[in-house]
Protein backbone atom coordinates (compact mmCIF):
# COMPACT_ATOMS: atom_id res chain seq x y z
CA UNK A 1 0.00 0.00 0.00
CA UNK A 2 1.35 3.15 -0.93
CA UNK A 3 -0.37 7.26 -0.31
CA UNK A 4 -2.14 8.52 2.17
CA UNK A 5 -3.99 6.52 4.41
CA UNK A 6 -7.78 7.69 5.56
CA UNK A 7 -9.64 6.71 8.37
CA UNK A 8 -13.25 7.14 7.95
CA UNK A 9 -15.68 7.66 10.62
CA UNK A 10 -18.10 4.55 11.31
CA UNK A 11 -20.68 3.45 14.67
CA UNK A 12 -20.44 0.15 13.38
CA UNK A 13 -18.47 -2.27 16.20
CA UNK A 14 -17.32 -5.65 16.43
CA UNK A 15 -18.69 -5.56 20.29
CA UNK A 16 -22.12 -6.67 21.26
CA UNK A 17 -23.56 -3.81 22.53
CA UNK A 18 -24.36 -2.98 25.80
CA UNK A 19 -26.73 -0.54 27.97
CA UNK A 20 -25.49 2.07 30.48
CA UNK A 21 -27.98 -0.71 32.86
CA UNK A 22 -25.43 -3.45 31.83
CA UNK A 23 -22.48 -1.92 33.16
CA UNK A 24 -21.51 -2.21 36.02
CA UNK A 25 -20.15 1.05 38.00
CA UNK A 26 -16.25 1.75 37.49
CA UNK A 27 -14.23 1.53 40.48
CA UNK A 28 -13.22 4.79 40.41
CA UNK A 29 -16.97 6.43 39.68
CA UNK A 30 -16.77 9.41 42.26
CA UNK A 31 -13.35 8.77 43.08
CA UNK A 32 -12.19 12.01 40.74
CA UNK A 33 -14.98 13.97 40.40
CA UNK A 34 -14.69 16.68 37.52
CA UNK A 35 -12.75 19.92 38.40
CA UNK A 36 -15.27 22.54 39.64
CA UNK A 37 -15.09 26.00 37.68
CA UNK A 38 -13.41 27.74 40.10
CA UNK A 39 -10.57 25.60 39.59
CA UNK A 40 -9.95 25.89 35.77
CA UNK A 41 -7.97 28.77 34.30
CA UNK A 42 -8.87 30.31 31.49
CA UNK A 43 -6.19 30.38 27.77
CA UNK A 44 -7.04 33.96 27.02
CA UNK A 45 -5.16 37.19 26.29
CA UNK A 46 -2.04 38.20 24.63
CA UNK A 47 0.39 35.54 25.67
CA UNK A 48 3.38 36.70 27.39
CA UNK A 49 5.90 33.73 27.05
CA UNK A 50 9.18 33.97 29.31
CA UNK A 51 12.32 33.76 27.80
CA UNK A 52 13.39 30.85 26.06
CA UNK A 53 17.28 30.86 26.72
CA UNK A 54 16.69 31.04 30.87
CA UNK A 55 13.06 28.75 30.92
CA UNK A 56 12.99 25.76 29.42
CA UNK A 57 10.26 24.54 27.49
CA UNK A 58 9.65 23.30 23.95
CA UNK A 59 6.53 22.17 21.69
CA UNK A 60 6.98 19.02 23.00
CA UNK A 61 8.45 19.39 26.36
CA UNK A 62 8.33 21.95 29.50
CA UNK A 63 9.72 21.96 33.21
CA UNK A 64 6.93 21.54 35.34
CA UNK A 65 7.42 24.47 37.15
CA UNK A 66 5.89 26.64 34.24
CA UNK A 67 2.69 24.32 34.04
CA UNK A 68 0.04 26.80 33.82
CA UNK A 69 2.28 29.45 31.88
CA UNK A 70 3.43 27.33 28.71
CA UNK A 71 1.28 24.85 26.48
CA UNK A 72 3.53 21.48 26.59
CA UNK A 73 2.45 17.88 25.31
CA UNK A 74 4.61 17.07 28.42
CA UNK A 75 5.79 18.18 31.62
CA UNK A 76 9.25 16.98 33.28
CA UNK A 77 10.87 18.14 36.67
CA UNK A 78 14.76 18.58 35.83
CA UNK A 79 16.89 15.86 37.05
CA UNK A 80 20.22 16.84 38.39
CA UNK A 81 23.31 15.23 36.19
CA UNK A 82 27.10 15.98 36.96
CA UNK A 83 29.48 15.69 33.21
CA UNK A 84 31.88 12.98 33.14
CA UNK A 85 33.21 14.89 30.33
CA UNK A 86 34.23 18.45 28.87
CA UNK A 87 31.65 19.34 26.13
CA UNK A 88 30.07 22.91 24.62
CA UNK A 89 26.60 23.37 26.33
CA UNK A 90 25.13 24.48 22.81
CA UNK A 91 21.78 26.44 21.98
CA UNK A 92 20.70 24.00 19.54
CA UNK A 93 21.09 19.86 19.39
CA UNK A 94 23.81 20.04 16.62
CA UNK A 95 27.55 20.00 16.48
CA UNK A 96 27.36 23.57 14.42
CA UNK A 97 25.16 25.37 16.47
CA UNK A 98 26.00 28.59 18.73
CA UNK A 99 28.06 27.38 22.06
CA UNK A 100 26.34 29.26 24.80
CA UNK A 101 29.38 27.66 27.42
CA UNK A 102 32.39 25.44 27.60
CA UNK A 103 31.57 22.73 30.44
CA UNK A 104 34.21 21.00 32.45
CA UNK A 105 33.84 17.46 34.09
CA UNK A 106 32.34 17.75 37.40
CA UNK A 107 29.66 20.93 35.97
CA UNK A 108 25.89 20.50 36.65
CA UNK A 109 23.43 20.16 34.75
CA UNK A 110 19.39 20.49 35.33
CA UNK A 111 18.26 17.77 33.02
CA UNK A 112 15.35 17.58 31.35
CA UNK A 113 15.10 15.28 28.66
CA UNK A 114 17.91 12.85 27.02
CA UNK A 115 17.22 11.50 23.59
CA UNK A 116 18.88 10.61 20.44
CA UNK A 117 22.13 11.82 21.55
CA UNK A 118 22.01 15.39 23.22
CA UNK A 119 20.71 16.22 26.79
CA UNK A 120 18.73 19.27 27.21
CA UNK A 121 18.30 21.45 30.32
CA UNK A 122 19.46 24.38 32.34
CA UNK A 123 22.97 24.32 32.53
CA UNK A 124 25.18 25.66 35.72
CA UNK A 125 24.46 29.39 34.78
CA UNK A 126 20.56 29.00 34.26
CA UNK A 127 20.79 28.99 30.91
CA UNK A 128 18.96 26.41 28.71
CA UNK A 129 20.67 24.41 25.99
CA UNK A 130 21.65 21.22 24.48
CA UNK A 131 25.19 19.03 25.54
CA UNK A 132 26.05 15.45 23.88
CA UNK A 133 24.64 13.02 26.16
CA UNK A 134 28.25 11.47 26.43
CA UNK A 135 29.29 13.52 28.48
CA UNK A 136 26.44 13.51 31.38
CA UNK A 137 26.78 11.07 34.06
CA UNK A 138 23.88 9.13 35.87
Known amino acids: MTGPVFLK ?3 DTS ?3 TTKADKP ?3 SAGKYPPSRPGEWFALAGISDPPDPLTHAYRQD ?3 A ?3 GRIIASHYAEPLVRHLVAAAAFLSEPAGNSEALAQ ?3 GDEIRMLDLSRGWAWGYGPDGRVGYIRAE ?3 T
Open 9 to 11: GSN
Open 15 to 17: APG
Open 25 to 27: PSK
Open 61 to 63: LAD
Open 65 to 67: ALA
Open 103 to 105: LQP
Open 135 to 137: AVG
